[in-house]
């Protein structure tokens, strides 16, 4: 197979949707020669934050020397991105390989009723890919939850648990609590478990879980969280942790409690294997992650908010750079989100809602409800648009914010720079 006959190949596996677990993603590796039993994984699992926290472990140890392997999802606009190694995406080639050398497995396994599923198989590809290049470390994002997602069956080096709030009702449970269960279900036996920002019910939870494993609870000190930018824009900005000089390329309050908890993991690998925090914290200026805050060339403003938490952090992060302003707020989510709860905090920071469809494997919001809805929780006049292409056009001239579904985000970006292979960062 070659690369795009390879990607249809994972594709095909999207049937088989979502099923918690260990024990297939388990037999695939091992049949692939249990390449995880040979790295350092730091596992981070939460309901937002663990995707920023994760590019800025990444950046740290790269800009310390080390080979440093990240997976991640979803993708904004290739499956490559998935794979990352000191930030490149896998090439074509190599990700065509893996599939070529998993997939006479999965044929197997599907013959027994026991088809690995598409996260499934990028996860024990990852593992692959990582150990054939031989990494020093590989920071490793949970899909969903934690307790039975495929990323769990690896030992860790530490856990990391970002927020907690409320996601994925039919898989994860409805309260605080049932999440913050299955989040904690990447604590392993003895091995630290890094926290910070997190809602206090959450905690208890937490600590329980990892009482019962003898695993050692990090918190961030409270004072880290609430620390305040020294200087602050879109690309930049400046704060003090204890003795810590900070920067870091990521906007956003809420950066700065991501920067804590990486910066917590960063003490305990300096400790671990005598790297020096002066070099680890220089690389934190690097961290760049796509679709957060981030300011496109026309002006733009693209964010993957789409659930209450994540919009929270957005009309913040808006109202602290741009006053009382008020924008063109184009949404699009997910069926199985909060989002009138989302429209009613995006309505603080619009004069406008445009809503519309996500391209998606999974049911979108239908913009019809979203009208509706904004109706209900605000003032805020609303149109909808059959296409993401008739809403860009017919906006193009406006001062706007795009935010919602990741896989949103990644239809903006492939609009904004076709041509670029945003897949490397």
């Keep these: ?22 024990e297939q993603v ?17 596992h981070i699992a939460g309901s937002n934050g ?3 926290v994760a590019v800025m472990l990444m950046a740290a140890l790269r800009h310390a020397g080390f080979k440093v392997g990240f997976y991640s999802s979803p993708h904004l606009v290739s499956v490559r991105e998935r794979f990352r190694i000191n930030g490149e995406a896998i090439p074509e080639e190599r990700f065509a390989e893996l599939i070529n050398n998993a997939a006479p497995i999965v044929e197997k396994m599907k013959a027994g009723e026991r088809c690995p599923t598409y996260f499934e198989l990028t ?6 890919y990582f150990n054939q290049e031989k990494v020093d470390f590989v920071i490793w994002e949970t899909g969903m939850g934690g307790r039975l997602d495929a990323t769990s069956v690896v030992d860790p080096l530490c856990s990391v648990i970002t927020g907690i709030s409320l996601e994925h009702k039919e898989y994860l449970g ?26 206090p019910d959450a905690e208890v939870v937490i600590r329980h879980i990892a009482a019962d494993y003898f695993a050692p ?73 796509p679709a957060r805050l981030q300011l496109l060339p026309d002006g733009t403003l693209l964010d993957g908010a789409h659930n209450p938490d994540g919009a929270a ?54 913009v019809e409800q979203l009208i509706a809805t904004a109706g209900e929780v605000s ?27 990741l896989y949103l985000a990644g239809n903006v970006l492939k609009h904004y720079f076709p041509k670029t292979d945003i897949g490397n960062i």
């Excluded at 996860?123 to 692959?128: N, R, V």
């Excluded at 299955?182 to 478990?193: F, N």
């Design 1 to 22: 197979m070659n690369f795009l006959q390879a990607e249809d190949f994972l594709n095909s596996l999207m049937m088989f949707g979502v099923k918690l677990g260990l």
């Design 26 to 42: 388990r037999e695939l590796l091992d049949h692939l020669g249990a390449p995880d039993r040979d790295l350092r994984f730091i």
């Design 50 to 52: 663990k995707g920023s």
């Design 123 to 128: 996860t024990a590809i990852a593992a692959l």
């Design 174 to 199: 409805d309260t605080i609590e049932q999440v913050a269960f299955e989040k904690a279900g990447i604590i392993k036996p003895s091995r630290p478990v890094f926290i910070g920002h997190i809602n």
């Design 217 to 289: 609870v990090k918190k961030v000190p409270a004072e880290w969280l609430e620390a305040e930018s020294r200087f602050y824009d879109w690309n930049r900005q400046d704060f003090v942790f204890g003795d810590y000089q900070i920067s870091i390329g990521l906007a956003g309050q809420v950066q700065v409690r991501n920067a804590a908890l990486a910066v917590a993991v960063l003490e305990f690998i300096s400790e671990q294997f005598r790297i020096g925090m002066e070099i680890l914290l220089e690389g934190l200026s690097k961290a760049r992650w």
């Design 313 to 366: 952090v957005l009309v913040e992060a808006v109202k602290r750079n741009c006053g009382n302003d008020k924008f063109t707020v184009m949404f699009g989510g997910l069926a199985d989100k909060d989002f009138k709860t989302v429209v009613k905090n995006l309505a603080e920071i619009a004069e406008r809602f445009v809503f519309v469809p996500v391209e998606a494997s999974r049911p979108c919001c239908p």
């Design 379 to 405: 003032d805020v006049s609303a149109v909808g648009y059959g296409s993401l292409t008739d809403a860009l056009a017919d906006t193009a001239n406006r001062k706007k914010i795009i935010c919602g579904s």
